[in-house]
């Protein structure tokens, strides 16, 4: 008789665990998962780069350093997203990735003030349309990174929690998933400017 | 048999399964008595199995029933999470509405044209790295269903076949059969949960020294026959119900495609097809009889889909039984060469109501075609669809717009302000009917936020609903839809439980619906009245002055208590009073959009005489 009570019990107990780690394999997943749509607009954004360059050179024929600059720190981005994408979460590719990202971006600053000098590429269209559209896919690769922190806060946060952190090394789950910063993220962060 | 027969004979079914599972249960407590006393004698005697005070068999039998419900709402708790657990287990990665890879883009628009041809939600879907033919849906509600499709139903079937099998899954979407599925799949995991425990109790046997150890083995190996003998018989039962409910799916595609071609080839191209609609994966066994194609090959007793030659057979009689042999090489074509005649236009209102008929597919391409290509891609990106739903809540009145712009600058995330103030003028160039349609468009998309993105963008977008101090009927409807879906996903979703059979109780909220309808349109006495005789409502048309939201979302709120069957008459008697002049007005098709949104209903669409001003 005590038999079967302590079956049920076990029973219940086990049921627990178990709710336990598919939580955790779903948000590990969700996160996993919300790391695709940064890769997607992060392509889109490596894809601009070189459109961008080349339309520069035909200008800019003195500026051979700066646009070989930005080639090659573009190069460098996307070997770190490829690494990053096999893994999301993972502390070294975020890191690494963010690391290239950062020199990408110093770089395409660097282009931006040397271009103030000249005011005829600036004024070309395709330019123009290009320098648009590189805008709004660095909002895009913002807001996309925005939902994969949450996702990953959130991950990281149901993982440290009672009871679910005396388990989460036992089944796989031994360490934080990391955030993907970028140098920017200061700005994007802030509160939104007001404007009447 | 429609939307609503479907619901209500889904119902049926449910009965009549808990009906089993109640006689199941019964047997297996008198199955693990009987043993109990057996494995008792076997070691102490009859008489001692005699002399056993009645409480012991109370408790076992208690025990029994205990576990098995624990057990069964566990497994039941996780499935309802939603159909993106399902599909995540099987190792499912959501396709992005923003896709740029070709194949995905084309499975996306097929789902799209037939969600919206279907008035049902546009569900997530799911892509499973599997090189075999197959798909299934999942979800416990249209609401939270998502459909998934193997790599390799992408890679081997071309536009129509494709859309044969998202037409397949779409009707168990629509039948209900998901919920079937889950109960059934809850109570068999119950059931199957008595023989784990005997297995465990077993394997602990082993280690025992006790002087009952003999006692115990037998206890466990009966326990282990009793809970794999009931699993074997409940999965007899799942099988029998999943194959009538696929050759009911697989009618439905036919249906809903106007083609007996797309189906049939999909399925004959899993009969010429190396690994046919074998899926590796090891959750997948236990949702078998939610795929397109048996997932391997069962006994013909236990196999959870009927063969497939006769299931080519039902769809095509006269077929002499040759497969697609080359279905190795990919056969991508091109859009879907649809040469047949024009959708006859619906009049009636049980066409608005009842069921996807022919054509709507067609018509439903059609009208994602006649959209703005900037609107549509916006609606796809989850980025730019908060510009496009701010931009749709943006006055028409510019001193007020403006306003509603700072707003937007003010609260919305950088660089979003930016895409309203692009899109308005193509935003205000767009039909009402356009509207609805990159509407729900944009529902799957906006499911791919984060939760606190989502917070913020719901939050404002209720604050530029009633920015102007009223609700009119477009931002009602868009509020109804992203409740409706968008609340559902992220927060809690709102099941009907619908236990009204009558409209005796509900005679107050079914006139001001139907007055709310009349009053949209010329000639307000005459249309209510229409609507009005097929409910035999004696209430006259109440006076509304103007569009009280409020009231109308009450009287909804009672509606929605309503059976299916009740449901249909009600949408059948709105549909009547909005086509009561032979025309329905925009207003009040996106009045009926929300309504049916609200009473969990699709409406499917019929055809284009919705853009009458």
Known sequence: MELIILLIVVAVLAFWVVSIYNKLVALKNRHENGFSQIEVQLKRRYDLIPNLVETAKAYMAHERETLEAVIAARNQAMAGLEAAAGNPGDGAAMKELAGAEGILSNAMGRLNVVMEAYPDLKANTNMMQLTEELTTTENKVAFSRQAFNDQVTEYNTYRASFPPILFASMFGHPTDAELLEFEDSAEIQAAPKVSF | ?613
């Open chain 2, 1 to 613: 048999m429609n939307f609503f027969q479907a619901q209500d004979q889904a119902r049926g079914k449910t009965r009549l399964l808990i009906f089993l599972f109640v006689a199941a249960v019964v047997s297996l407590v008198a199955l693990t008595n009987l043993l109990v006393a057996v494995s008792m004698g076997f070691g102490l005697g009859p008489d001692a199995v005699a002399a056993q005070p009645p409480e012991l068999w109370l408790l076992i039998s208690a025990s029994v029933v205990g576990v098995i419900a624990v057990a069964s709402l566990f497994k039941f708790l996780t499935l309802r999470g939603g159909g993106r657990v399902i599909a995540e287990s099987l190792g499912g990665q959501p396709i992005h509405q923003n896709t740029q890879n070709p194949q995905q883009r084309q499975l996306l628009n097929v789902v799209e044209e037939m969600a919206i041809a279907a008035g049902l939600p546009v569900p997530p879907v799911y892509l499973i790295p599997e090189p075999s033919i197959n798909a299934f849906a999942a979800g416990y509600s249209q609401d939270d269903a998502v459909i998934g499709i193997n790599q390799g139903t992408l890679d081997l079937l071309n536009r129509d076949e494709l859309q044969g099998v998202v037409a397949h899954e779409f009707s168990h979407i629509l039948h209900g059969d998901m919920r079937i599925n889950i109960r059934l799949i809850a109570l068999l995991s119950g059931i199957l949960f008595i023989g784990m425990i005997g297995y465990g109790l077993l394997r602990g046997s082993a280690f025992s020294r006790s002087k009952d150890r003999g006692q115990q083995v037998v206890f466990a190996l009966g326990l282990i026959i009793v809970g794999y003998g009931g699993t074997f018989f409940g999965n007899l039962i799942k099988a029998a119900v999943s194959r009538q409910r696929e050759f009911l799916a697989d009618a439905s595609a036919v249906q809903f495609t106007r083609s007996n071609e797309g189906i049939a080839n999909a399925l004959k191209k899993i009969g010429g097809h190396a690994t046919g609609s074998e899926i590796q994966a090891k959750a997948a066994e236990e949702s078998s009889h939610m795929f397109f194609g048996s997932i391997k090959s069962f006994s013909r007793f236990m196999a959870t889909h009927p063969p497939l030659e006769d299931r080519i057979k039902a769809l095509q009689p006269q077929w002499q039984g040759a497969l697609s042999e080359n279905s190795s090489s990919a056969a991508v074509a091109g859009t879907a060469g649809f040469a047949a005649t024009p959708p006859a236009a619906a009049t009636s209102a049980d066409q608005v109501v009842s069921q996807i008929g022919q054509g709507q597919i067609e018509t439903a391409a059609t009208l994602l075609r006649s959209c703005d290509t900037t609107l549509a891609s916006a609606a796809h990106d989850p980025y730019e669809a908060r510009g496009l739903i701010y931009a749709m809540l943006i006055d028409p009145n510019p001193e007020i717009a403006q306003a509603q712009l700072d707003k937007v600058h003010a609260q919305a995330e950088p660089g979003v302000p930016a895409y309203t103030v692009q899109l308005l003028p193509l935003v205000r160039a767009s039909s009402p009917s356009q509207l609805l349609l990159l509407l729900e468009m944009a529902m799957p998309t906006l499911k791919e936020l984060s939760f606190p993105q989502y917070k913020r963008f719901s939050s404002n977008a209720a604050e530029l609903i009633v920015f102007d101090q009223q609700v009119d009927t477009f931002e009602w409807v868009l509020h109804r839809v992203m409740t409706k879906e968008l609340y559902a996903h992220f927060e809690r979703p709102h099941r009907s439980v619908g236990r009204i059979g009558s409209f005796r109780k509900l005679q107050n909220e079914a006139q001001s619906l139907l007055s709310v309808i009349a009053h949209r349109g010329p000639s307000a006495e005459q249309s209510y009245a229409a609507g009005a005789a097929l409910l035999n409502l004696a209430r006259p048309l109440s006076s509304l002055a103007d569009f009280d939201y409020e009231h109308l979302n009450q009287a909804l709120g009672e509606l929605r208590n309503l059976k299916p069957l009740q449901k249909q008459q009600l949408l059948e008697a709105c549909a009547a009073v909005a086509l009561a002049d032979g025309q329905m007005h925009s207003e009040q098709y996106a009045l009926l959009h929300g309504i049916a949104a609200t009473l969990d209903c699709p409406l499917p669409l019929t055809n284009e005489q919705y853009d009458t001003p």
